[in-house]
């Protein structure tokens, strides 16, 4: 045990939550549930997991006091100061931040358990049908069976929010009696989940396990941001689906302030290559282009297609590039009702290492800004600094 | 030896075999002058498990007609999926259906044939579907018999099976193929599901479910009225019904269970502390025990 000590003073749980819907737990979880293993982080703003994958993608799902009915944290008197800290509620932004905050109670679980668990809620033989559960290659979508059947929605076409169309979501999400809580006593102590619905009680324990010393935060460096460009999720999406078809080993993304294409990504397989352009021009597609420079990453594109069901239950998403290549992708979520506060799916990719300069010498010279946003939403605006 | 029948409820027959064939593939059938038996074995290592369908002659069929020279007796082995795919062959279309026992090349098969009637056309179809079967001899089944369980310290009506399937269906996936789960259950209405898995515990609770009466033998008695099997004739005391019974059983197995009380009307499970789990399975409507399907799985010692 490398932890905190047990508070064997505190009166009750450090950690309580009530929902009465795990459905949009699940949907949100399920999206990095690509990985076996979650790191948790419980504070009074959030609960936060996270998964990594090949120390290259970091994913991140931040669960908060919205999604429930009641949301209590309590951590040890030692810890207080920083619960009460911070009058105002925090922006949604703030509420995600990755930074590591060593306050926070941390420990890892078991994902894929997590994910069944949350499963058994509503489950019904009949029409459950949802299958997965954290198998490294479950959510790798094949053709129109992709994610969630949003593959119907028209090229071009508003899309609705993805939460507000039941369509989109299996059969039994509006079938939701009862309720849900998480419980955590402390360190030492499972996450407990307790699901009553229709006339059954069932009592998950999770086993906590110490997480590593440090949880390393692939860094990206906002004081370096390249480029920002907000788009409809599902444009991204469709993108990675086509290119997805080479069975590429690598994504290369690029971005341009000033020439056409102003982004476009490409992937080479055996016997072909493809790129998928993107306009700048079309708000319709694009609702925020800012690029300080020119920036080409080059991901390992078996990491940035698990980042695709998020893509395809996010309403829009927010692609970022540092100086150092590290590429950032916030996805929002709509949750729940109309106006609840969105949820974000953070990934974060970092850039596999390039011998190959060509890409460099063409983004060459190429300063300045080429904004062509702005946008009605304020998502992630704080982060042009 | 001879048999030959009309069926007027093919679809009951359909199912049986179809719920058996969860179990396993081949069936040692008997026909009796009463009776159709259906039995099934299945055994890994670490379990044992049969289970026995028993419908009576009427439910099924019309004017039978059998005869041998073993007590007009016949067993026979069959597969249990072919019998199933040409019951199910029928549909809901048919307008007659019949069974009976031929040897076709010296091989003796089960001949089914069903004719239907498409309402556009008026034509009459009749299929015809021979399935391959071996005669066993008395002898060969003389030792068969329904295992023998002790008085179960619990017996519980199982609660809504669609939710039990889909439960169950999570737990499989959590303990994994060689998995094990255990189910506990006492006779004031509690039944616990329980799995131990590395990573996690689960445990669901059912309160308030209805706990027969238990007959004394390990056949079940089933009787909606005042019970005249119960020779001690004692109430339970509280304590005595607050006693947990547990058993522990492979999580495919306990998979199958799940699966085969699905095909029920009602089901009630008893649960033999650290001995077996019985499941009787009624399949048809309340009162009427015409078919009914006994599932018999052994408890891994816990």
């Known amino acids: 045990m490398t932890q905190n000590p047990a508070p064997s003073s505190a009166p009750g749980p450090v950690f309580s939550a009530i929902s009465s819907s795990t459905r949009h737990i699940y949907d949100l979880l399920k999206c990095i549930g690509f990985m076996p293993i979650a790191n948790v982080s419980i504070s009074a703003d959030n609960i936060r997991f996270s998964v990594e994958d090949s120390h290259s993608m970091q994913a991140n799902v931040c669960l908060t006091p919205e999604l429930f009915s009641s949301y209590t944290y309590t951590p040890a008197t030692a810890y207080l100061e920083a619960g009460a800290a911070g009058g105002a509620p925090p922006s949604s932004i703030e ?140 444009f991204l999406h469709d993108a990675l689906l086509e290119l997805d078809h080479l069975s590429p080993e690598t994504l ?60 395809g239950v996010a309403s829009k998403v927010s692609l970022r590039g540092d100086g150092e290549g590290v590429l950032s992708m916030q996805y929002l979520v709509e949750v729940g009702e109309k106006g609840a506060p969105p949820t974000f799916i953070d990934f974060r990719f970092l850039p596999l290492n390039d011998e190959d300069e060509e890409y460099e010498e063409e983004e060459e010279g190429e300063e300045g800004l080429g904004g062509s946003g702005g946008g009605a939403d304020d998502y992630g605006d704080e982060m042009m600094e | 030896m001879k ?89 809901a279309s048919y307008t007659s259906a019949s069974i009976k026992l031929t040897k076709k090349e010296g091989i003796p098969r089960l001949s089914i044939v069903i004719t239907t009637e498409t309402a556009a056309s008026m034509n009459h179809a009749r299929i015809v579907q021979d399935i391959p079967v071996r005669v066993l001899s008395p002898q060969a089944v003389a030792h068969l018999t329904k295992p023998v369980v002790p008085k179960p310290g619990c017996a519980v009506i199982l609660p809504a099976l669609n939710q039990l399937k889909g439960i169950t269906e999570r737990y499989v996936r959590m303990v994994g193929v060689n998995g094990r789960i255990v189910v506990e259950g006492n006779n004031s209405g509690v039944l616990r599901m329980k799995l131990d898995a590395e990573a996690v515990k689960v445990e669901s ?83 009427d025990n015409l078919a009914t399907i006994n599932y018999y799985v052994s408890s891994m010692v816990v």
């Open chain 2, 205 to 287: 609770e059912w309160r308030g479910l209805m706990n027969p009466v238990v007959g004394e033998d390990g056949g079940m008695e089933w009787e909606d009225d005042d019970d005249n099997n119960d020779e001690e004739g004692n109430e339970e005391s509280t304590q005595e019904k607050e006693k947990l019974s547990k058993v522990m059983v492979d999580s495919r197995d306990w998979a199958k269970v799940v699966r085969v009380s699905a095909a029920g009307k009602r089901v009630i499970a008893w649960l033999c502390n650290n001995h077996s789990l019985v499941v009787y399975v009624f399949l048809d409507e309340e009162g």
């Open chain 1, 252 to 311: 290369i993304y690029s971005v341009s302030p000033n020439k056409k294409p102003n982004f476009s990504l490409s992937a080479t397989g055996i016997l072909s290559s493809a790129t998928v352009d993107f306009s700048s021009n079309n708000k319709t597609v694009m609702e925020t282009f800012l690029a300080h420079e020119g920036f080409v990453g080059r991901y390992k594109f078996g990491l940035v297609r698990k980042a695709m069901r998020a893509m």
């Open chain 1, 95 to 234: 509420q995600f931040d990755l930074e590591p905050d060593e306050n926070n109670v941390k420990f890892q679980i078991s994902l894929s358990a997590l994910l069944e668990c949350l499963q058994i809620f509503g489950a019904d033989g009949g029409n459950n049908n949802t299958g997965g559960g954290g198998g490294n290659n479950a959510n790798r979508p094949g053709g129109t069976s992709g994610i969630s059947g949003r593959d119907n929605i028209p090229f071009g076409r508003q899309q609705q929010p993805f939460f507000g169309n039941p369509n989109l979501f299996e059969q039994n999400s509006l079938r939701l009696p009862g309720t849900c809580r998480f419980v955590y006593q402390g360190t030492g102590f499972p996450l407990s989940i307790i699901l009553e619905d229709a006339g059954v009680t069932t009592t998950c324990h999770l086993t906590t396990f110490v997480p590593p010393s440090s949880i390393d935060l692939i860094p990206f460096n906002r004081t370096t941001l390249t480029h920002k460009i907000i788009l409809k999720s599902a």
């Open chain 2, 3 to 91: 048999f030959r029948s009309d069926i007027h409820n093919i679809s009951l027959l359909s199912k049986v075999a179809g719920t058996l064939s969860i179990v396993g593939k081949i069936g040692w059938l008997q026909l009796t002058p009463q009776t159709l038996q259906l039995r099934v074995l299945s055994a890994t290592e670490s379990s044992q498990s049969q289970l026995w369908a028993t419908i009576s002659l009427p439910a099924i069929f019309t004017d039978p007609k059998i005869s041998s020279a073993h007590n007009n007796i016949i067993n026979l082995e069959v597969p249990l999926d072919t019998l199933h795919r040409s019951l199910k062959s029928a549909g």
